[in-house]
């Protein structure tokens, strides 16, 4: 499925389409990751500038990953170092981006999966670091979701129907998975007296659902996937980090990655 209409665009154009759209979602991810945690606004018009040296940063200091990488890691004013974090974001929401043209093709729905990869990819760094899933980059899941079922549904015989079932679908299937996470985190509360999972990971389950749908093969895979990668994420926080309170998140977000992919989008028309 291609946007091109009756004139087709030499697939190039789609490919660079979403390269170029992935490093600036990339950079997007980066502010993100930065701001949400300490509560900077998103819409504020922040000049960006080194935490070392607070010399202001052009936009040639600001290209995704080509000035991280021909400076080599460095601040270009006083050479200090500059993390390997952001880079690794701006690579990851790239990466996402590409598979996700592979796997759906490209089209307007895939545009709106797109705009998952950012908040995605935020999330698992904002996780990793502070242990929270920001309810704004759950909500931003499930609008991306809700998105793609409006446009997909544009390409349905009876547009207004296929919505209509679809959003209905959507719908019971955040509620299952919201409601089911909820009772699994109820239990572990009482049965542990711990919190295993946190009220952000149960609205991440809520907005998943919206994409993976009422499908039961999906959420058994979703289930066993990120109940097996969040043992391990366990296990190596509390050999590396000398924790035992993990993020859950990046388990949850690698699992629903995964299952999207393997089992496509169930409110897209063929
Ligand atoms: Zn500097």
Request: some cysteine; glycine content about 8%; proline content about 5%.
């Amino acid at each position: 499925m291609t946007m091109a209409g009756d004139v087709p665009l030499p697939a190039f154009f789609f490919y660079l389409t979403t390269v170029l759209l992935g490093l600036c979602l990339g950079s997007f991810a980066t502010a993100l990751a930065w701001r949400l945690p300490r509560g900077v606004p998103l819409a504020k018009k922040a000049r960006s500038s080194c935490p070392s040296c607070g010399h202001d940063l052009r936009a040639r200091d600001l290209v995704p990953l080509f000035s991280w990488m021909t400076l080599g890691g460095h601040c270009r004013y006083c050479r200090a170092p500059v993390g390997w974090r952001y880079p690794l974001i701006e690579l990851a929401t790239l990466a996402l981006c590409i598979i996700f043209h592979f796997t759906f093709g490209f089209s307007a729905v895939t545009l709106c999966a797109f705009a998952l990869a950012p908040a995605l990819v935020a999330m698992a760094d904002i996780d990793f670091r502070h242990k929270i899933l920001p309810d704004v980059l759950n909500i931003a899941v499930a609008a991306a979701g809700l998105a793609a079922i409006a446009v997909a549904s544009l390409e349905a015989f009876d547009a207004p129907a296929h919505l209509l079932s679809m959003l209905g679908q959507a719908a019971a299937a955040g509620l299952l998975y919201g409601a089911g996470s909820f009772a699994l985190r109820y239990i572990f509360l009482k049965a542990t007296g711990k919190e295993a999972l946190g009220l952000g990971d149960v609205k991440f389950f809520a907005a998943a659902g919206i994409w993976l749908g009422l499908s039961a093969d999906s959420l058994a895979a979703f289930l066993l996937l990120s109940g097996a990668l969040g043992v391990v994420i366990a296990l190596l926080w509390k050999k590396i980090m000398r924790e035992a309170e993990f993020p859950f998140g990046p388990a949850l977000i690698a699992a629903f990655l995964a299952v999207l992919l393997w089992r496509g989008l169930y409110f897209v028309v063929i």
